[in-house]
Protein backbone atom coordinates (compact mmCIF):
# COMPACT_ATOMS: atom_id res chain seq x y z
CA UNK A 1 0.00 0.00 0.00
CA UNK A 2 1.20 3.60 -0.60
CA UNK A 3 2.61 5.91 2.13
CA UNK A 4 -0.69 7.74 3.15
CA UNK A 5 -0.56 10.63 5.40
CA UNK A 6 -3.92 12.25 6.94
CA UNK A 7 -5.03 15.71 8.13
CA UNK A 8 -7.21 18.16 8.40
CA UNK A 9 -7.37 21.11 5.97
CA UNK A 10 -6.57 24.38 6.91
CA UNK A 11 -8.31 27.51 5.40
CA UNK A 12 -5.59 28.33 2.74
CA UNK A 13 -6.30 25.05 1.23
CA UNK A 14 -9.91 25.89 0.51
CA UNK A 15 -8.97 25.59 -3.69
CA UNK A 16 -7.03 22.87 -3.21
CA UNK A 17 -10.18 21.05 -1.58
CA UNK A 18 -12.92 22.39 -4.26
CA UNK A 19 -10.69 21.60 -7.43
CA UNK A 20 -10.48 17.78 -5.60
CA UNK A 21 -13.78 17.52 -4.98
CA UNK A 22 -16.07 19.29 -8.05
CA UNK A 23 -14.96 16.71 -10.57
CA UNK A 24 -15.82 14.04 -8.72
CA UNK A 25 -19.11 15.91 -7.23
CA UNK A 26 -20.43 15.51 -11.02
CA UNK A 27 -20.61 11.97 -10.41
CA UNK A 28 -23.97 11.99 -9.21
CA UNK A 29 -24.26 7.97 -8.72
CA UNK A 30 -21.51 8.90 -5.59
CA UNK A 31 -23.91 10.99 -3.28
CA UNK A 32 -26.80 11.52 -1.86
CA UNK A 33 -29.34 14.07 -2.95
CA UNK A 34 -30.27 17.35 -3.24
CA UNK A 35 -26.79 16.98 -5.79
CA UNK A 36 -24.69 19.84 -5.61
CA UNK A 37 -25.37 21.63 -8.67
CA UNK A 38 -21.45 24.22 -9.41
CA UNK A 39 -18.39 25.14 -7.92
CA UNK A 40 -19.49 27.77 -6.70
CA UNK A 41 -21.97 26.15 -4.25
CA UNK A 42 -19.63 23.31 -3.18
CA UNK A 43 -17.45 26.35 -2.79
CA UNK A 44 -19.94 28.33 -0.09
CA UNK A 45 -20.20 24.44 1.55
CA UNK A 46 -16.75 23.70 2.14
CA UNK A 47 -15.73 27.15 3.51
CA UNK A 48 -17.69 26.34 6.48
CA UNK A 49 -16.02 23.59 7.59
CA UNK A 50 -13.20 26.43 8.01
CA UNK A 51 -15.38 29.03 10.03
CA UNK A 52 -17.33 26.68 12.37
CA UNK A 53 -16.90 24.18 15.41
CA UNK A 54 -17.64 20.97 14.50
CA UNK A 55 -16.99 21.13 11.40
CA UNK A 56 -13.78 18.69 9.91
CA UNK A 57 -12.90 18.55 6.22
CA UNK A 58 -10.10 15.58 6.35
CA UNK A 59 -7.46 14.90 3.75
CA UNK A 60 -5.82 11.72 2.53
CA UNK A 61 -2.69 12.55 1.19
CA UNK A 62 -0.20 10.16 -0.96
CA UNK A 63 2.66 11.96 -0.99
CA UNK A 64 1.64 15.94 -1.88
CA UNK A 65 -1.50 15.28 -3.70
CA UNK A 66 -4.90 14.65 -2.50
CA UNK A 67 -6.83 11.65 -2.95
CA UNK A 68 -9.53 11.52 -0.67
CA UNK A 69 -11.31 13.91 1.12
CA UNK A 70 -13.91 13.37 4.09
CA UNK A 71 -16.55 16.08 5.23
CA UNK A 72 -17.41 15.49 8.80
CA UNK A 73 -19.90 16.94 11.02
CA UNK A 74 -19.46 16.03 14.47
CA UNK A 75 -20.30 18.60 17.58
CA UNK A 76 -18.52 17.54 20.67
CA UNK A 77 -21.79 17.49 22.20
CA UNK A 78 -23.76 14.78 20.12
CA UNK A 79 -23.42 11.23 20.55
CA UNK A 80 -23.57 10.79 16.16
CA UNK A 81 -22.19 12.49 13.28
CA UNK A 82 -22.69 12.54 9.82
CA UNK A 83 -21.26 13.12 6.69
CA UNK A 84 -22.25 16.22 4.09
CA UNK A 85 -23.45 13.62 0.96
CA UNK A 86 -20.21 11.39 0.96
CA UNK A 87 -16.54 11.52 0.31
CA UNK A 88 -14.84 11.87 -2.52
CA UNK A 89 -12.61 9.52 -3.53
CA UNK A 90 -9.99 9.12 -6.77
CA UNK A 91 -10.33 5.89 -6.76
CA UNK A 92 -7.84 5.39 -9.35
CA UNK A 93 -5.13 6.62 -6.47
CA UNK A 94 -7.13 4.96 -3.56
CA UNK A 95 -9.77 2.32 -3.40
CA UNK A 96 -12.85 3.08 -1.54
CA UNK A 97 -12.42 0.62 1.63
CA UNK A 98 -8.74 1.43 2.04
CA UNK A 99 -10.20 5.22 2.48
CA UNK A 100 -12.78 4.58 4.58
CA UNK A 101 -10.18 2.70 6.77
CA UNK A 102 -7.72 5.41 7.47
CA UNK A 103 -10.39 8.02 8.11
CA UNK A 104 -11.98 5.82 11.05
CA UNK A 105 -8.60 5.58 12.29
CA UNK A 106 -7.76 8.97 12.04
CA UNK A 107 -11.35 10.44 13.02
CA UNK A 108 -11.23 7.65 16.06
CA UNK A 109 -7.78 8.54 17.48
CA UNK A 110 -6.88 12.21 15.91
CA UNK A 111 -9.80 13.74 16.49
CA UNK A 112 -11.41 11.56 19.73
CA UNK A 113 -14.44 9.98 18.36
CA UNK A 114 -13.69 6.47 19.38
CA UNK A 115 -16.59 4.41 20.23
CA UNK A 116 -18.72 6.83 18.44
CA UNK A 117 -21.10 6.44 15.27
CA UNK A 118 -21.84 8.28 12.13
CA UNK A 119 -24.49 8.77 9.88
CA UNK A 120 -23.75 7.25 6.45
CA UNK A 121 -26.26 8.15 3.65
CA UNK A 122 -25.76 6.77 0.52
CA UNK A 123 -27.17 5.79 -3.10
CA UNK A 124 -27.89 2.19 -3.64
CA UNK A 125 -26.18 1.30 -6.38
CA UNK A 126 -22.86 2.51 -5.08
CA UNK A 127 -21.30 -0.67 -5.25
CA UNK A 128 -18.11 0.18 -3.56
CA UNK A 129 -19.83 1.83 -0.48
CA UNK A 130 -21.87 -1.03 -0.39
CA UNK A 131 -19.62 -4.07 -0.16
CA UNK A 132 -17.83 -1.66 2.15
CA UNK A 133 -20.30 -0.93 5.12
CA UNK A 134 -21.64 -4.82 4.46
CA UNK A 135 -17.97 -6.00 5.23
CA UNK A 136 -17.87 -3.87 8.61
CA UNK A 137 -21.67 -5.05 9.44
CA UNK A 138 -23.11 -1.36 9.71
CA UNK A 139 -26.51 -1.64 10.35
CA UNK A 140 -28.69 -0.34 8.31
CA UNK A 141 -30.77 2.22 9.53
CA UNK A 142 -33.41 3.25 6.34
CA UNK A 143 -33.78 2.32 2.82
CA UNK A 144 -36.03 4.48 0.80
CA UNK A 145 -37.28 5.37 -2.31
CA UNK A 146 -35.81 9.29 -3.18
CA UNK A 147 -38.34 11.22 -5.09
CA UNK A 148 -37.76 14.99 -6.15
CA UNK A 149 -40.34 17.69 -6.81
CA UNK A 150 -38.92 20.61 -9.55
CA UNK A 151 -41.40 23.87 -8.31
CA UNK A 152 -39.50 25.39 -11.32
CA UNK A 153 -40.70 23.21 -13.98
CA UNK A 154 -44.27 22.49 -12.76
CA UNK A 155 -46.67 23.56 -9.88
CA UNK A 156 -48.74 22.05 -7.31
CA UNK A 157 -51.61 20.25 -8.47
CA UNK A 158 -55.02 22.64 -8.54
CA UNK A 159 -56.00 20.88 -5.08
CA UNK A 160 -57.45 22.51 -1.94
CA UNK A 161 -56.60 20.74 1.34
CA UNK A 162 -59.99 21.60 2.51
CA UNK A 163 -61.84 19.58 0.05
CA UNK A 164 -59.52 16.45 1.14
CA UNK A 165 -60.02 16.67 4.54
CA UNK A 166 -63.61 16.24 4.49
CA UNK A 167 -64.31 17.51 8.58
CA UNK A 168 -64.45 20.40 9.96
CA UNK A 169 -63.17 19.87 12.72
CA UNK A 170 -59.97 19.58 11.84
CA UNK A 171 -57.38 22.39 11.12
CA UNK A 172 -53.98 22.27 9.36
CA UNK A 173 -51.88 24.78 9.98
CA UNK A 174 -48.05 25.27 9.84
CA UNK A 175 -46.37 25.94 13.28
CA UNK A 176 -43.78 28.76 11.75
CA UNK A 177 -46.84 30.88 11.52
CA UNK A 178 -46.33 33.82 14.39
CA UNK A 179 -50.40 33.21 15.12
CA UNK A 180 -49.46 29.80 15.87
CA UNK A 181 -46.58 30.10 17.73
CA UNK A 182 -48.40 32.38 20.33
CA UNK A 183 -50.29 29.18 21.16
CA UNK A 184 -47.94 27.26 23.89
CA UNK A 185 -50.28 24.51 24.04
CA UNK A 186 -50.50 23.72 20.26
CA UNK A 187 -46.63 23.78 20.03
CA UNK A 188 -46.11 21.67 23.28
CA UNK A 189 -48.75 19.21 22.14
CA UNK A 190 -47.03 19.02 18.63
CA UNK A 191 -43.40 18.76 20.43
CA UNK A 192 -44.72 15.43 22.65
CA UNK A 193 -46.11 14.19 19.54
CA UNK A 194 -43.24 14.70 17.52
CA UNK A 195 -40.73 12.53 19.46
CA UNK A 196 -43.27 9.64 19.57
CA UNK A 197 -43.97 9.88 16.10
CA UNK A 198 -40.59 10.11 14.54
CA UNK A 199 -38.26 8.22 17.27
CA UNK A 200 -34.52 7.84 17.11
CA UNK A 201 -34.83 10.63 14.90
CA UNK A 202 -31.33 13.09 14.85
CA UNK A 203 -34.26 15.87 14.54
CA UNK A 204 -35.97 15.53 18.50
CA UNK A 205 -38.13 17.80 19.50
CA UNK A 206 -35.22 19.37 21.97
CA UNK A 207 -33.07 20.22 18.78
CA UNK A 208 -36.36 21.67 16.62
CA UNK A 209 -37.12 24.08 19.28
CA UNK A 210 -33.63 25.76 18.81
CA UNK A 211 -33.92 25.68 14.79
CA UNK A 212 -37.52 26.34 13.85
CA UNK A 213 -36.02 28.68 11.20
CA UNK A 214 -34.88 25.97 9.12
CA UNK A 215 -37.99 24.13 9.37
CA UNK A 216 -41.56 24.00 7.72
CA UNK A 217 -43.97 21.89 9.75
CA UNK A 218 -47.29 21.37 8.89
CA UNK A 219 -49.32 19.72 11.54
CA UNK A 220 -52.88 18.42 11.38
CA UNK A 221 -55.03 18.67 14.74
CA UNK A 222 -58.08 19.09 16.67
CA UNK A 223 -59.40 19.36 20.35
CA UNK A 224 -61.34 17.39 21.95
CA UNK A 225 -64.64 17.75 23.82
CA UNK A 226 -62.16 18.73 27.15
CA UNK A 227 -60.52 20.92 24.46
CA UNK A 228 -57.41 19.63 24.48
CA UNK A 229 -54.86 19.57 21.71
CA UNK A 230 -54.94 16.35 19.75
CA UNK A 231 -51.87 16.15 16.87
CA UNK A 232 -53.26 14.16 13.83
CA UNK A 233 -50.73 14.14 11.86
CA UNK A 234 -47.49 16.26 11.11
CA UNK A 235 -44.80 16.73 8.06
CA UNK A 236 -41.87 18.40 8.76
CA UNK A 237 -39.70 20.25 6.07
CA UNK A 238 -35.99 21.37 6.00
CA UNK A 239 -35.37 24.34 4.14
CA UNK A 240 -32.25 25.60 3.08
CA UNK A 241 -31.13 27.63 0.29
CA UNK A 242 -33.85 27.16 -1.73
CA UNK A 243 -34.03 23.54 -1.09
CA UNK A 244 -36.91 21.40 0.47
CA UNK A 245 -36.12 17.97 2.56
CA UNK A 246 -38.85 16.60 3.78
CA UNK A 247 -37.59 15.02 6.76
CA UNK A 248 -41.17 13.07 8.26
CA UNK A 249 -44.69 12.73 7.35
CA UNK A 250 -46.62 10.75 9.73
CA UNK A 251 -50.14 10.40 11.31
CA UNK A 252 -51.16 9.54 14.87
CA UNK A 253 -52.39 6.46 13.62
CA UNK A 254 -49.36 4.74 13.44
CA UNK A 255 -48.74 4.39 17.00
CA UNK A 256 -52.55 4.25 18.21
CA UNK A 257 -54.32 1.90 15.97
CA UNK A 258 -57.13 2.41 18.27
CA UNK A 259 -57.06 6.07 17.87
CA UNK A 260 -59.67 7.07 15.32
CA UNK A 261 -58.47 10.32 13.21
CA UNK A 262 -61.37 11.44 13.17
CA UNK A 263 -65.23 10.46 12.74
CA UNK A 264 -65.41 8.16 9.70
CA UNK A 265 -64.66 10.66 7.21
CA UNK A 266 -60.64 10.77 7.03
CA UNK A 267 -58.87 7.88 6.35
CA UNK A 268 -54.52 8.27 7.08
CA UNK A 269 -54.24 7.97 3.67
CA UNK A 270 -55.93 11.10 3.14
CA UNK A 271 -54.33 13.25 5.85
CA UNK A 272 -51.05 12.21 4.81
CA UNK A 273 -51.66 13.58 0.86
CA UNK A 274 -53.27 16.94 2.65
CA UNK A 275 -50.13 17.16 5.01
CA UNK A 276 -47.74 16.84 1.62
CA UNK A 277 -49.66 19.18 -0.96
CA UNK A 278 -49.85 21.84 1.95
CA UNK A 279 -46.32 21.76 2.75
CA UNK A 280 -45.94 21.43 -1.27
CA UNK A 281 -48.05 24.72 -1.39
CA UNK A 282 -45.97 26.55 1.66
CA UNK A 283 -42.83 25.95 0.48
CA UNK A 284 -43.72 27.20 -3.20
CA UNK A 285 -44.90 30.00 -1.89
CA UNK A 286 -41.56 30.65 -0.14
CA UNK A 287 -39.83 30.45 -3.34
CA UNK A 288 -38.09 26.93 -3.10
CA UNK A 289 -36.96 25.29 -5.95
CA UNK A 290 -37.35 21.50 -5.13
CA UNK A 291 -38.16 19.55 -2.66
CA UNK A 292 -36.99 16.14 -1.66
CA UNK A 293 -39.25 13.22 -0.54
CA UNK A 294 -37.21 10.35 0.85
CA UNK A 295 -39.95 7.99 1.13
CA UNK A 296 -39.36 4.82 3.47
CA UNK A 297 -43.11 3.14 3.01
CA UNK A 298 -44.36 2.54 -0.46
CA UNK A 299 -47.23 4.11 -0.02
CA UNK A 300 -45.50 7.32 0.59
CA UNK A 301 -44.10 6.78 -2.65
CA UNK A 302 -46.89 6.01 -4.66
CA UNK A 303 -48.28 8.89 -2.85
CA UNK A 304 -45.49 11.68 -3.67
CA UNK A 305 -45.43 9.90 -7.73
CA UNK A 306 -49.36 11.22 -7.73
CA UNK A 307 -48.34 14.36 -6.17
CA UNK A 308 -45.80 14.93 -9.15
CA UNK A 309 -42.67 14.16 -7.55
CA UNK A 310 -40.52 12.15 -9.80
CA UNK A 311 -37.95 9.15 -8.83
CA UNK A 312 -34.46 9.64 -8.57
CA UNK A 313 -33.42 6.13 -7.37
CA UNK A 314 -33.02 4.79 -4.26
CA UNK A 315 -30.94 5.24 -1.13
CA UNK A 316 -29.77 3.34 2.33
CA UNK A 317 -28.56 4.88 5.64
CA UNK A 318 -25.57 3.15 7.56
CA UNK A 319 -25.03 3.72 10.99
CA UNK A 320 -20.78 3.62 10.78
CA UNK A 321 -19.31 2.28 14.38
CA UNK A 322 -16.16 4.09 15.22
CA UNK A 323 -14.47 1.28 17.30
Known amino acids: MPNYTTRLLQGHELELAIDFAWPIAQHHEYFYFP ?39 FRESEEIGGWDKGIY ?34 RSDYQDAIKCFEREGSEIL ?32 NI ?15 YDYHDKAYPGYYWTSERLKNHLHDFR ?10 QEVIILGSIFVREIEGTGDVYGLSNISEQNSNCCISGTTVSSEILREALLHKALQNSH ?26 TMGNYKVYLWNLK
Open 217 to 226: IIIAFKYSME
Open 142 to 173: EETHITNFEFISENPKNLNVETIVLDPFIEIL
Open 89 to 122: IHDEKIKYSNAMDIFKTFISDDLGFEGKEIYCGI
Open 35 to 73: FYNSYDELKIIFSRFFEKEGLYLIGIFEGSILVALFPLV
Open 285 to 310: ANGLKSMMFFCEEINDYHLALRKGFK
Open 176 to 190: NDVTICSSQTILNAY
